[in-house]
């Protein structure tokens, strides 16, 4: 090693590097200067250059092409400033940013090696390029970008903060796709995510005026940077001052407050025709939002990829349903405002009367019956015509869930039964789940049972949803329905307003109250006045009597739904269930066996005995064990009742045995060995056991990777989408068994299949026998384990939802977690396949035989394994993984 080398490395380990090696998990190579002459032909071709020096495109000998980056100085700033980059960038393994391959350090030369972009950066593109870029095009860049930053601040051991985030650091391929570069002034960052600078670097009109002002550096200080290449992208404007004095970013805040129809002016010509209004609408709400000056106020940049991937997929269906009123329907009507002030006055019946305006009943010319509301105010809508508004959905001849209620009782109430009652809560919180599955900020707003409209056979459909980002009355003055929270002073409603309202119309259908009536006439909230009634008591006090005499078999159902709605209503937004949890918790109500008539006195002993309902058993009854000690005391004892016992695997706790009995049948069987226990679990003469049914297809490691009797078994694309999905509604039902249930030990071993390549889930739980260090010390090697989990020793739903995601990467390319390859290199598969070009996935990442199959959708698989990556970075809940599943699903069976 030569000194000037052997100096760099003291300077790496200098700077709180707790380990650092130059054949590290990116095999970054150490080149020599003549090396580095060979690759460059002695630096032929300049393709870029900046205040560091140059770069110079290069071929290496397996004929890849290189970007040789090349430092003027080689003083010993400068030998800092290249060691720090060189230590960041090393660190980052990301799909979409540049790849390191190595560097040169002599005496007279310092230069980094990192992969070419043949597409050069977007700012060349953007304003040296003339040729058109569509609006996908802009969504796609804009969102890689995002993903990218996102991983640096929220994905990674040590955060990175970028600093330097402007198009001429975001490079491009020749497909366009982008990846960020240049981390030479970037920073690791400790656990408080605030470093505190004299001197401020970075790059005008890009840096955070915050940062400038104070010398604090957040990663909320890239988030402001990306908002001003947002602005580019969609503006394809420069930054640079106006000739009124304006840069592009002033510009935008001054026409932003004063609505849209002034920022939509500043957008590319290219792509701001009427059909992408509401789009490019979400993509300013955004900008504002990444510009604002209160930092605490800027969204995460995992957020703000989150909601450009929304607006994408918005964009993709043709269906622009982000925060809005209309992404129900398809083909909206298009009629001048005299055309239907005409019809409304000729034509119009009003069937009713709400806060916003009056809602009509109108037949076209084409015997269509639409359902209009003509609302008056102060309306933030894209076109004006007098200050008045009209909204139009399909009308529904049954009317509203309200005027079935509390109408006229000689047909309301009685028209609607248990069944047709229980079947509209479920039916609309399953709509409420559709809108919030639709991005990170998408709610309904104003969930209320005037608003929650019937078809003939009951079934329901939400209107006014997303009214609330268009109106400027308070929320709260509609009375009875909306959070605590959600008060005139502050109206944002939120996915937990949102659970909040849902809580109120259940009790509404379940008391036959109104939310209204009771806080006007009576003083008190509708929550308020079902708790303040002993539990014991609610089945003829609480209940609507209507309810009671017509099934009474369904008394204890009604109870747990009773208890579920006041969770919804819990005073504090962070104790309400989301949506999903809620959708999840009615099914299981609902499937729960029938209770024969039993009398009132009866159901109130058992629900004092039961209090908690969300935390009724949750495990799979498809694997039931039995729990005397006397079947555990024949299976160890082995009797002569019990067949030859055989051996089907060995794992981290112990073996696994098929065992056959005459009392208990074919059953597998774990004997589980050398651990230290903290519980008792199945116990006889010291030896423990956990036995489940018995499942002859064997594990889902099996079929993926073989198990030493045969090789790998074929999984074809819908077997493998089938067994996602039903692992991952196992996973539901447990963690809807309580605020802490969880499986613990997620792994493809622990996945067992039926005949029909549905999921069973076994070892559920297990992690609770053991002492939580011994637990994490036995499993961590597997490549399943969530890192916060090594970390703070505790499982948690999000490490569930972790070692779902590698699941199903796992599933997706049928390489194993503990790949040896990987392991060798640093990698565990989530960082694998984000190290992966997009445009390679199908070549290098999925599993050449799937790839090989017919009927494998290359859309599907790509969304499945972007929600695999989401499971592991950004970690939503297993109810919302469960539905987006099913959009994948759905989506294919409509092709």
């Given at each position: 090693m030569n000194p000037t080398h052997h100096n760099f490395i003291e300077l790496l380990n200098g700077m709180d590097q707790l380990k650092w090696t130059a054949y590290s998990s990116h095999d970054i190579k150490r080149f020599s200067k003549n090396e580095i002459e060979k690759i460059t032909g002695k630096y032929k071709t300049t393709v870029g250059q900046g205040?560091?020096?140059?770069?110079?495109?290069?071929?290496?000998?397996?004929?890849?092409?290189?970007?040789?980056?090349?430092?003027?100085?080689?003083?010993?700033?400068?030998?800092?400033?290249?060691?720090?980059?060189?230590?960041?960038?090393?660190?980052?393994?990301?799909?979409?940013?540049?790849?390191?391959?190595?560097?040169?350090?002599e005496e007279n030369a310092l230069m980094m090696v990192t992969e070419y972009m043949p597409g050069g950066n977007l700012n060349d593109i953007l304003h040296r390029d003339v040729r058109p870029i569509s609006l996908d095009t802009r969504l796609r860049i804009a969102m890689e970008c995002?993903?990218?930053?996102?991983?640096?601040?929220?994905?990674?051991?040590?955060?990175?903060?970028?600093?330097?985030?402007?198009?001429?650091?975001?490079?491009?391929?020749?497909?366009?796709?982008?990846?960020?570069?240049?981390?030479?002034?970037?920073?690791?960052?400790?656990?408080?995510?605030?470093?505190?600078?004299?001197?401020?670097?970075?790059?005008?009109?890009?840096?955070?005026?915050?940062?400038?002002?104070?010398?604090?550096?957040?990663?909320?200080?890239?988030?402001?940077?990306?908002?001003?290449?947002?602005?580019?992208?969609?503006?394809?404007?420069?930054?640079?001052?106006?000739?009124?004095?304006?840069?592009?970013?002033?510009?935008?805040?001054?026409?932003?407050?004063?609505?849209?129809?002034?920022?939509?002016?500043?957008?590319?010509?290219?792509?701001?025709?009427?059909?992408?209004?509401?789009?490019?609408?979400?993509?300013?709400?955004?900008?504002?939002?990444?510009?604002?000056m209160k930092i605490h106020k800027r969204p995460e940049m995992k957020i703000v990829a989150e909601r450009l991937q929304v607006l994408r997929r918005a964009h993709h269906q043709g269906q622009e349903r982000v925060g809005l009123f209309s992404w129900g329907r398809k083909n909206k009507l298009d009629f001048s405002a005299e055309r239907i002030k005409g019809l409304l006055e000729s034509r119009?019946?009003?069937?009713?009367?709400?806060?916003?305006?009056?809602?009509?009943?109108?037949?076209?010319?084409?015997?269509?019956?639409?359902?209009?509301?003509?609302?008056?105010?102060?309306?933030?809508?894209?076109?004006?015509?007098?200050?008045?508004?009209?909204?139009?959905?399909?009308?529904?001849?049954?009317?509203?869930?309200?005027?079935?209620?509390?109408?006229?009782?000689?047909?309301?109430?009685?028209?609607?039964?248990?069944?047709?009652?229980?079947?509209?809560?479920?039916?609309?919180?399953?709509?409420?789940?559709?809108?919030?599955?639709?991005?990170?900020?998408?709610?309904?707003?104003?969930?209320k049972s005037s608003n929650i409209l019937l078809t003939s056979d009951c079934d329901v459909r939400l209107s006014e949803h997303g009214l609330h980002t268009l109106s400027c009355i308070s929320l709260s003055s509609v009375s009875g329905y909306h959070a605590p929270e959600v008060t005139v002073i502050s109206s944002d409603v939120t996915k937990k307003s949102d659970t909040y309202s849902f809580g109120i119309l259940l009790l509404e259908l379940l008391t036959g109250k109104s939310p209204e009536h009771m806080l006007l006439k009576e003083g008190v909230d509708l929550p308020h006045g079902v708790q303040s009634v002993p539990r014991k008591e609610w089945t003829t006090k609480v209940l609507d009597a209507?309810?009671?005499?017509?099934?009474?078999?369904?008394?204890?159902?009604?109870?747990?739904?009773?208890?579920?709605?006041?969770?919804?209503?819990?005073?504090?937004?962070?104790?309400?269930?989301?949506?999903?949890?809620?959708?999840?918790?009615?099914?299981?109500?609902?499937?729960?066996?029938?209770?024969?008539?039993?009398?009132?006195?009866?159901?109130?002993?058992?629900?004092?005995?039961?209090?908690?309902?969300?935390?009724?058993?949750?495990?799979?009854?498809?694997?039931?064990?039995?729990?005397?000690?006397?079947?555990?005391?024949?299976?160890?004892?082995?009797?002569?009742?019990?067949?030859?016992?055989?051996?089907?695997?060995?794992?981290?706790?112990g073996t696994t045995w098929k065992i056959t009995t005459e009392r208990e049948g074919t059953m597998l069987?774990?004997?589980?060995?050398?651990?230290?226990?903290?519980?008792?679990?199945?116990?006889?003469?010291?030896?423990?056991?956990?036995?489940?049914?018995y499942m002859p297809m064997g594990s889902l490691s099996a079929h993926l990777h073989g198990n030493g009797a045969h090789g790998r078994l074929k999984l074809d694309w819908e077997q493998r989408t089938t067994i996602a999905l039903t692992v991952a509604h196992g996973l539901a039902a447990i963690h809807s068994a309580g605020p802490r249930a969880c499986h613990g030990n997620i792994k493809s071993s622990n996945i067992l299949l039926t005949s029909d390549y549905e999921a069973r889930l076994s070892e559920h739980g297990i992690y609770t026998l053991f002492n939580m260090s011994s637990f994490v010390d036995a499993t961590r090697v597997s490549g399943y384990l969530d890192p916060e989990v090594v970390a703070s020793?505790?499982?948690?739903?999000?490490?569930?939802?972790?070692?779902?995601?590698?699941?199903?990467?796992?599933?997706?390319?049928?390489?194993?977690?503990?790949?040896?390859?990987?392991?060798?290199?640093?990698?565990?598969?989530?960082?694998?396949?984000?190290?992966?070009?997009?445009?390679?996935?199908?070549e290098k990442v999925f599993d050449a035989e799937l790839v090989r199959q017919q009927g494998a959708p290359e859309q599907g698989m790509e969304q499945l394994l972007h929600l695999a990556m989401d499971c592991c970075d950004l970690r939503p809940t297993i109810y919302e993984v469960v539905s987006r599943i099913e959009q994948v699903r759905a989506s294919e069976s409509r092709a």
């Open positions: 205040a560091f020096g140059k770069v110079y495109a290069g071929t290496l000998e397996d004929r890849s092409m290189v970007a040789v980056k090349v430092f003027d100085h080689n003083n010993s700033k400068m030998r800092e400033c290249f060691a720090k980059e060189i230590i960041v960038h090393s660190q980052i393994n990301h799909r979409n940013v540049t790849r390191l391959i190595g560097y040169c350090l995002a993903e990218a930053l996102g991983y640096i601040h929220s994905h990674m051991y040590t955060p990175v903060i970028h600093g330097d985030i402007k198009p001429a650091n975001i490079l491009l391929n020749h497909k366009l796709n982008a990846k960020i570069s240049d981390f030479g002034i970037s920073r690791l960052v400790n656990t408080d995510n605030t470093l505190y600078t004299m001197y401020v670097m970075g790059s005008i009109g890009y840096m955070d005026p915050l940062f400038v002002r104070t010398g604090h550096l957040t990663p909320k200080s890239d988030v402001y940077s990306f908002g001003v290449v947002l602005l580019e992208i969609f503006t394809r404007k420069k930054v640079k001052t106006d000739n009124n004095g304006l840069s592009l970013v002033d510009s935008f805040i001054l026409s932003h407050s004063k609505g849209y129809r002034r920022v939509r002016k500043m957008f590319d010509a290219e792509i701001s025709d009427g059909g992408n209004t509401k789009i490019l609408e979400g993509i300013a709400k955004l900008i504002g939002e990444c510009l604002g119009g019946q009003v069937i009713g009367q709400g806060i916003l305006g009056k809602t009509y009943k109108v037949t076209l010319d084409s015997g269509t019956v639409l359902a209009m509301k003509r609302m008056k105010g102060d309306f933030q809508l894209p076109e004006e015509d007098n200050n008045e508004w009209l909204l139009a959905y399909d009308y529904m001849p049954m009317g509203s869930l309200a005027a079935l209620l509390h109408g006229d009782k000689s047909y309301a109430g009685a028209r609607l039964d248990w069944e047709q009652r229980v079947g509209i809560a479920l039916n609309v919180a399953h709509g409420v789940a559709a809108i919030h599955s639709a991005g990170p900020a998408v709610c309904h707003g104003n969930i209507e309810l009671h005499k017509q099934q009474k078999s369904a008394v204890v159902e009604m109870q747990k739904l009773l208890h579920l709605a006041t969770v919804c209503c819990a005073r504090t937004a962070i104790k309400r269930p989301t949506i999903f949890e809620v959708v999840q918790q009615m099914e299981r109500i609902r499937s729960a066996p029938a209770e024969p008539s039993i009398p009132v006195k009866e159901t109130e002993r058992k629900l004092e005995q039961d209090p908690d309902v969300a935390a009724n058993e949750a495990y799979d009854a498809q694997n039931k064990v039995s729990s005397s000690q006397e079947s555990a005391g024949t299976i160890f004892s082995c009797q002569s009742t019990m067949a030859v016992p055989f051996v089907m695997g060995r794992g981290t706790f069987t774990k004997l589980i060995e050398g651990m230290d226990f903290s519980k008792a679990a199945f116990d006889h003469n010291g030896q423990k056991a956990l036995m489940y049914s020793t505790r499982v948690t739903r999000a490490a569930d939802v972790y070692s779902f995601g590698i699941l199903l990467i796992e599933l997706l390319t049928a390489r194993e977690p503990a790949d040896d390859a990987l392991c060798a290199k640093g990698l565990d598969l989530s960082r694998w396949a984000h190290s992966i070009a997009r445009e390679d996935w199908m």
